[in-house]
């Protein structure tokens, strides 16, 4: 099982970036993923969800209105899209999924909002 974000950079206030998750050892779309976010000093928050069996999607109030999370099961990946973003959302940005009994991570991939 393996989770590998890409995506990250450095974006001026009010830009957009989209962020992808590609899983390998497991079928993504039969699992719940989880986009978390943590900023030095900071817990590790949950931003966005998207939950089996419909791919509901529910996200932390701080990013509702500006971010998407997404799936492309034919690319086993899927995608958090951040849009007007905020010099408050930099962070190194996480995957996660609960498969096979456990709670797998990506690396992370680091998100810098300034001008």
């Known amino acids: 099982v393996q989770l590998v974000e890409s995506g990250g950079g450095l974006v001026q206030p009010g830009g957009s970036l989209r962020l992808s998750c590609a899983a390998s050892?497991?079928?993504?779309?039969?699992?719940?993923a989880t986009w978390y976010r943590q900023a030095p000093g900071k817990e590790r928050e949950a931003v966005a969800q998207?939950?089996?069996?419909?791919?509901?999607?529910s996200y932390a109030e701080s990013v509702k209105g500006r971010f998407t999370i997404s799936r492309d099961n034919s690319k086993n990946t899927v995608y958090l899209q951040m849009n007007s973003l905020k010099v408050e959302d930099t962070s190194v940005y996480y995957c996660?999924?609960?498969?096979?009994?456990?709670?797998?991570w990506g690396q992370g991939t680091q998100v810098t909002v300034s001008s």
């Open positions: 996660s999924a609960f498969v096979y009994g456990r709670r797998a």
């Open positions: 050892g497991f079928t993504f779309s039969n699992y719940d």
């Open positions: 998207i939950t089996k069996p419909l791919d509901s999607r």
